[in-house]
């Protein structure tokens, strides 16, 4: 069963100073304290206001020195509680919260409880009190946001960036860190979208917002709570340029969209590899999705055909491409790179790219999978496409990079030579003597 520090703190994040109230609160009404109980939830809820009070701006249409006296007052022992009573009820010159008057009039009810329990009048309080009242908090903490605080928060973010305003060496996470005290959690995602407008207001190059953009959405993740990174999920997925840019620079963030299957295809089917993208970005987010479980069993031959033409050894670490071998990445290789440009006029291009950057990709298919007639043919088609290629680009007389790489592992692997032999020989296939050449038949 979950305890009620718990279950607040999945909802709202909660300053260090609340936490002992509300874990004596609940010790308290385990052990049918009840009053106890009631007294130490209040003061646990005005501390929590008090947080957001003390990291507040001063609230529109309240004058500034009125405030910092406000400040002052929250911040002594004996008035913080007092303050922070008057400050929800206030409404003239402007209110500090702006919530309804029906809620106001539950904050006073709820002090009126908690005087009985203090000053232990007659009043009955049994279980249902304390439990009414966690409840209201379950239910209004987010409420009570400070007037004002969101744009004055969104405005400072927005500033950080700025050098003419923030010293290059000022840290981020305190900002961020104050997003769930003074933003509302139905005013979240409005907000993300007004941080992104204000950074691409004040700088001119793509990547630079884009960079600047992916580094508050990373912290926010990092630094606060479920219910604003709940928030951040529903904006990035109906902001599709912000998800894409913001994953090919944190792929490992793609568990975000675990309960969003139709974002995860409409990202591996239609945003990775498309266009002028970074296609060494987007195979680092496809592996990602691989690797989360993100892309159903019955969709990875699609998804892992779309990305195949762009993947390159070099740019895949041991475990990446361990990700990929286990997800069939490399199943039937060879037919694969042969439909590599089918019907366009580059296609010899195309898998001639495909073969110089991942030579290591197809030895370790030649020496992990059993050797069919079309594995032969096709490495045989594909050597003399390369060759054909390579004269045309090359007048030294030189071997396509697959000669050498072929040649080096069936030295290595003479049993695999043997069985590639045996079936050209069946077949009446001639093999490419760069790969299969007289100098080392006899060790076999």
């Given at each position: 069963?979950?305890?009620?520090?718990?279950?607040?703190?999945?909802?709202?994040?909660?300053?260090?100073?609340?936490?002992?109230?509300?874990?004596?609160?609940?010790?308290?009404?385990?052990?049918?304290?009840?009053?106890?109980?009631?007294?130490?939830?209040y003061i646990g809820w005005g501390l929590a206001l008090r947080a957001r009070l003390l990291r507040s701006a001063?609230?529109?249409?309240?004058?500034?020195?009125q405030w910092q006296k406000n400040l002052a007052k929250l911040r002594r022992e004996d008035s913080w509680d007092h303050e922070v009573f008057d400050l929800v009820q206030q409404q003239k010159p402007a209110p500090v919260f702006l919530v309804s008057e029906d809620l106001r009039h539950q904050v006073r009810y709820?002090?009126?409880?908690?005087?009985?329990?203090?000053?232990?009048?007659?009043?009955?309080?049994?279980?249902?009190?304390?439990?009414?009242?966690?409840?209201?908090?379950?239910?209004?903490?987010?409420?009570?946001?400070?007037?004002?605080?969101?744009?004055?928060l969104q405005n400072e973010i927005i500033l950080y960036f700025d050098l003419n305003v923030t010293p290059p060496d000022t840290p981020l996470d305190p900002i961020i860190e104050r997003i769930p005290y003074c933003v509302d959690t139905d005013e979240l995602?409005?907000?993300?979208?007004?941080?992104v407008t204000g950074i691409s207001s004040i700088f001119d190059e793509d990547y630079r917002i884009n960079r600047l953009v992916n580094r508050v959405l990373d912290t926010v993740i990092r630094v606060t709570n479920d219910s604003t990174v709940n928030a951040l999920k529903d904006f990035l997925v109906t902001s599709e340029n912000c998800l894409v840019n913001f994953l090919r620079e944190f792929p490992q963030h793609v568990i975000l969209l675990e309960q969003n299957p139709q974002t995860v295809r409409c990202l591996?089917?239609?945003?990775?590899?498309?266009?002028?993208?970074?296609?060494?970005?987007?195979?680092?987010?496809?592996?990602?999705?691989?690797?989360?479980?993100?892309?159903?069993?019955?969709?990875?031959?699609?998804?892992?055909?779309?990305?195949?033409?762009?993947v390159r050894e070099d740019s895949l670490s041991l475990e990446d491409e361990l990700t990929l071998k286990q997800n069939d990445f490399f199943a039937d290789?060879?037919?694969?790179?042969?439909?590599?440009?089918?019907?366009?006029?580059?296609?010899?291009?195309?898998?001639?790219?495909?073969?110089?950057?991942?030579?290591?990709?197809?030895?370790?298919?030649?020496?992990?999978?059993?050797?069919?007639?079309?594995?032969?043919?096709?490495?045989?088609v594909l050597?003399?496409?390369?060759?054909?290629?390579?004269?045309?680009?090359?007048?030294?007389?030189?071997?396509?990079?697959?000669?050498?790489?072929?040649?080096?592992?069936?030295?290595?692997?003479?049993?695999?030579?043997?069985?590639?032999?045996?079936?050209?020989?069946?077949?009446?296939?001639?093999?490419?003597?760069?790969?299969?050449g007289e100098v080392d038949r006899e060790e076999s």
């Open positions: 069963m979950k305890t009620l520090l718990t279950r607040i703190q999945e909802i709202f994040p909660l300053p260090e100073e609340t936490i002992i109230p509300f874990q004596e609160a609940e010790t308290c009404y385990r052990a049918g304290a009840y009053r106890a109980a009631l007294l130490f939830s001063c609230p529109a249409g309240i004058n500034s020195k709820w002090k009126d409880r908690r005087n009985d329990c203090a000053h232990f009048k007659t009043n009955e309080i049994d279980h249902s009190h304390v439990e009414s009242f966690w409840q209201f908090i379950f239910s209004n903490l987010g409420k009570f946001v400070p007037n004002g605080s969101t744009a004055s995602v409005k907000f993300f979208e007004g941080v591996w089917r239609k945003h990775l590899f498309s266009g002028f993208s970074g296609y060494h970005n987007d195979m680092k987010v496809f592996v990602a999705l691989l690797r989360a479980d993100l892309i159903p069993q019955e969709e990875k031959a699609e998804a892992n055909s779309k990305a195949f033409p762009y290789v060879f037919q694969k790179i042969g439909r590599l440009g089918a019907g366009t006029s580059i296609g010899i291009v195309e898998k001639n790219r495909w073969v110089e950057g991942n030579i290591k990709i197809i030895c370790w298919y030649l020496e992990s999978h059993e050797i069919s007639v079309q594995t032969v043919r096709m490495m045989c050597y003399d496409q390369e060759k054909r290629l390579h004269e045309l680009l090359h007048e030294d007389g030189s071997e396509p990079e697959m000669s050498a790489g072929l040649y080096m592992f069936f030295k290595s692997n003479p049993s695999k030579r043997q069985e590639i032999e045996k079936i050209a020989q069946h077949e009446k296939l001639t093999l490419p003597e760069a790969i299969f």
